[in-house]
């Protein structure tokens, strides 16, 4: 079998357009297409786009940035928002708060945004919402950032 008989898109439908590319040894294949896309398979410009330059690029930016959808909100009430930004440490979103944030798993939120959530009424009174599982119960009290911890009372931040 001639590979130039082969030169369709393997998606093969109406929103193929371009020129087609053949997935190399040296493409990275997004993490979250794995089972969708493998080496040696001929993409249109459109397909190839779709899962593999943009979701790449999807993925790079939820590594870094805070996914939260009121990150700017949060950050706005903050008493530090006329200072310098702070940079708040991102961790992956907790399995309970997918849902309820609607967000991708490999998704990541600021330490700010985690403690937020669980004070806004607009996703505790969620049915889906769960409490957080805390190991000690004053880890309402502490807010960490970055390899700092910070004690917190009525929500001020003390430095
Ligand atoms: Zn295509
Ligand atoms: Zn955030």
Avoid: W
């Avoid at 357009?17 to 040296?26: E, L, M, S």
């Avoid at 080496?39 to 410009?45: A, H, P, S, V």
């Avoid at 786009?49 to 950050?75: A, G, M, T, W």
């Amino acid at each position: 079998m001639s590979n130039s008989d082969t030169r369709t898109c393997a998606f093969d439908s109406n929103e193929c357009n371009g020129k087609i590319y053949k997935v190399g040894d040296k493409v990275s294949i997004p993490e979250t297409n794995i089972e969708l896309i493998s080496y040696g398979m001929f993409l249109c410009t459109f397909h190839y786009n779709k899962f593999i330059l943009n979701e790449n690029h999807r993925l790079d930016k939820l590594l870094q940035v805070c996914s939260h959808p009121k990150h700017e909100e949060y950050k706005s009430q903050s008493k530090n928002s006329n200072k310098k930004p702070k940079k708040f440490s991102l961790e992956k979103v907790p399995k309970r708060l997918i849902s309820i944030l609607q967000l991708d798993e490999n998704a990541k939120i600021c330490s700010l945004c985690r403690k937020k959530t669980d004070s806004d009424p607009d996703y505790t009174t969620l049915e889906k919402y769960n409490i957080p599982v805390s190991k000690n119960k004053n880890d309402n009290n502490i807010l960490k950032i970055g390899n700092h911890t910070y004690p917190l009372r009525n929500n001020i931040l003390y430095n």
